[in-house]
């Protein structure tokens, strides 16, 4: 009985020892990686050397960007599939806005899609239509609320554009969620409210990959931007 248990021992001590041989020479699959979050990037340089515009148009002073005439400014490249998040000011009867899927930079208002900032406590825009107040997809969609801040607060813009969809958050709250695909007309908005004639491409026909600008001092009022800032969209 001693020797037979001596020798289930040794086989016990054997297998053990085979087994971790084998182990050991079999490689260790690695642990799946955590999805990779996108990562902000500025959008301009500091000293706008990435950027697009007429020779002393735009000035950056301690991390703000402004216009001395009504000229725009524009990335260097393309993009789709993006957020961009961004802080702006307004003056006194400001109206101004930022543009996506600009496909000519020369001739932008028919070819892009503008979202509106405006100072909505200024009469002079107030009572223009709900489409020209600040958030809009102007022209063609109302934000659903007017959450602009009185000119001389700082306010923040997040502006999400995945294919025909152009979401806006303005200070927080979403006011804007638009189906480009749903624009077809030139003309009339899809609930029969009129687009003005300079406005001449139906949004459904809009490349959905272009430019990104900012308009510059447009009715005879400032703009001011900073911390513009860009991700891919998930």
Same mark, same amino acid.
């Given at each position: 009985? #001693? ?9 016990? %001590? ?20 955590? &999805?990779?979050? @996108? ?30 005439? +009504? ?12 957020? %961009?998040? %961004?802080?702006?000011?307004?003056? &006194?009867?400001?109206?101004? =806005?930022?543009?996506?899927? *600009? ?6 208002? &028919? ?11 200024? !009469? ?7 489409? $020209?107040? *600040? =958030? ?14 009185? &000119? /001389?607060? $700082? ?5 999400? *554009?995945? /294919?025909? #969809?152009?979401?806006? !958050?303005?200070? =927080?709250? !979403?006011?804007? +969620? ?15 409210? !009129?687009?003005? @004639? ?12 272009? #430019?990104? /600008? ?21």
């Amino acid at each position: 009985m #001693r020797l037979k248990s001596l020798v289930i021992v040794a086989l016990g %001590l054997a297998l053990g020892i085979s087994l971790a041989c084998r182990q050991a020479k079999e490689p260790v699959a690695p642990a799946a990686a955590a &999805p990779q979050e @996108p990562q902000w990037t500025d959008l301009f340089a500091a000293d706008l050397s990435n950027a697009v515009f007429p020779a002393g148009v735009w000035t950056v002073s301690d991390g703000v960007l402004t216009a001395s005439e +009504d000229q725009a400014i524009w990335t260097n490249k393309d993009y789709e599939n993006f957020v %961009l998040d %961004l802080e702006f000011m307004t003056a &006194p009867g400001t109206n101004s =806005g930022v543009i996506v899927y *600009c496909s000519d930079m020369a001739d932008w208002i &028919p070819n892009s899609v503008e979202i509106q900032i405006a100072d909505d406590f200024a !009469e002079e825009w107030a009572k223009e239509p709900a489409t $020209w107040h *600040c =958030g809009a997809i102007f022209g063609h969609l109302a934000p659903t609320k007017s959450l602009v801040k009185k &000119p /001389g607060e $700082w306010n923040r813009f997040t502006i999400t *554009c995945v /294919g025909k #969809r152009i979401t806006a !958050e303005l200070n =927080g709250e !979403e006011v804007t +969620d638009m189906d480009m695909s749903l624009w077809t007309s030139a003309k009339t908005n899809p609930d029969g409210s !009129e687009i003005p @004639p300079w406005l001449s491409r139906p949004f459904a026909e809009l490349a959905t990959k272009g #430019r990104i /600008g900012f308009q510059g001092k447009h009715a005879g009022a400032p703009i001011f931007f900073r911390n513009i800032r860009i991700k891919d969209a998930k």
